[in-house]
């Protein structure tokens, strides 16, 4: 039974407006315009449409309309704090709308409607992104239908939410040298960028199993030796697409205003070497949570730790996530700064290409 859960805008967070447009509503509150989708999904047996059900999608309902396509796909729509249930029975995307927008990559949004026991309909309850949508940005769409052809995985968190993760392998530089990630116990002190040490307070790991060819979003990415300047890193480093690395560039300051900037490692793809590794068996993913977001030293260069946002939190099975909010239960409520602050400025991709590296 695979169970897993995310956080989404309710119902009325995106306006759909005339011309095929969507904002986000100029008045949506982050502290309270928002559902958690908690999914409980069964492998084995078929989906609707004759298919094998591997429980590692988050299906429509484009071959059984209102019903689902996958009727061991549960779930429930609570609110942030669980306090108020929404709804509970079989749970699936109504359809998706890509949304674009001048210098915005493309975004895909969810529409999840569930299925009460009794009812003929399906209800409504939110949505779920690709990405966060930003306030003010008007974004035109194209609807499609969720079929099991292009149903987004379930089993990988970076295809709907950001959790950055290291390779098993990864050298975490420590006060007594660098060592394994996977070696690293909580408890454990970290050098970080300021060459202060800090104490891992979590770390958690993730297996991703083959096949990888067919799931482009679980590749890890390979940053090569001197990617970004002599010994930086000083062996070949892998980490999650969505991994953030430290970033110092000559003209920085000029296009972002800081000389060092946090960037995706998808969006340094097919510069100086980084590609993605589709030849893998198998992936084994870590992250490490410290009291504060910090920059940690990785293979000799700087990297981010885990930072507990909301986006990262969805991506996470419910038994990880609340784990994390056993340690840091400020997090429950998802207030603005409730882990403090990133640790440096973070970049867009169409950002990105304005990196000199």
Known sequence: MANYSYIGYDVGSIVFLPGSQVQLNAGYNPNVD??????????GGLLRDGSIDDGLDFNGDRFADELGDDFTQLGQATSLDGSTEFADGIIYLEESYTLSAP???DIVVYRVEIRETGNTFGTHVGYITSEPLDAGVTYSFVASNVTVDNAPSSADPTALVDVPCFCAGTMIRTPTGDRTIESLEVGDEVV???????????????????????AKDLWPVRIPQNAFGEGLPYSDLLVSPNHRMMVAAPFNELHFGEPHVLVSAKFLIERNGIAQCTYLPQVHYYHMLFDTHQIVIANGTESESLYPGDMALNGMARETRDEILTIFPELATQEDGAYGPIAAPTIKRWEARLLDI
């Open 103 to 105: 210098g915005v990559d």
């Open 34 to 43: 928002r559902v958690v989708f908690n999914v409980q999904d069964a492998a």
């Open 192 to 214: 970080v960028a300021s060459g202060e040490t800090r104490t891992i307070r979590w770390i958690g790991d993730r297996i991703v199993l083959p096949p990888l060819a067919d």
